[in-house]
């Protein structure tokens, strides 16, 4: 059972529950998959059981085409909330971390072919790889969150928050409309410009905020 923890190795007391997502929130991610600017966020759910520790290493699965990384800024919520103004979003997150949106880019492509939903390639077992908790106090400005990626070595991914097309407040807000966000549940905020294929024995670095690391291998 997945357990929230931080980068202290410090257990959070908190269940795991769902995990909201949102698509194509940078501009430049949307145009390298060829896709519009949406005018609302896309949200989707991936379950709890597709969360699995990124730190331990994860599996991928092997016969469904590519899989693609998405690296997120990801929010822990700690407290029930709905319709939620944005000037008090950050009222309801206690930590950050980076998560991997795991897609099946093969198995997507043919659901959007047929206008289909999306959770196939997207909430399989294991398609959330996330990273232990970092608070949110602990940020050096949490208006603008960077995050990086590097695959065996080299760069593929960087952007920063203030990127986004919906900021984190205005997300959570929108988000906090539709479901009611819970303690434990995650928020992924959507991934920058250069997602690509991975591969069994690659060897992931991410960067948060410019100062914490988290490393992976793919199994
Ligand atoms: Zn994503």
Known sequence: MFQHQTQQNQTI??????????GRNYAEHAKELGNEI???????????????????GFTIPQDQGSVHHEA????????????????????YVSH?????????????????????????????????P???WVAVSELS?????????????????KGDSTQMITSI??????ISTIFTLQPGDVILTGTPAGVGPLRSGDELKAVLDNQFSFHANVM
């Open 13 to 22: 007391d908190l269940p795991l529950g769902k995990v909201v997502c949102v």
């Open 38 to 56: 949406p005018d609302a966020p896309i949200l989707f759910i991936k379950p709890a059981t597709s969360v699995v520790s990124l730190e331990s």
């Open 72 to 91: 997120e800024i990801a929010l822990l919520i700690n407290k029930e909330v709905n319709n939620i103004s944005a000037s008090d979003a950050w009222d």
């Open 96 to 128: 950050v971390t980076v998560a991997l949106d795991l897609t099946l880019r093969d198995v997507q492509a043919k659901l959007k072919e047929k206008s289909h939903p999306w959770e196939i390639a997207k909430g399989f077992d294991g398609a959330c």
């Open 130 to 132: 996330l990273g232990k």
């Open 141 to 157: 400005n949490k208006e603008c969150i960077a995050i990086e990626l590097y695959k065996n070595g080299e760069q593929k991914q």
């Open 169 to 174: 407040p205005d997300l959570i807000a929108y």
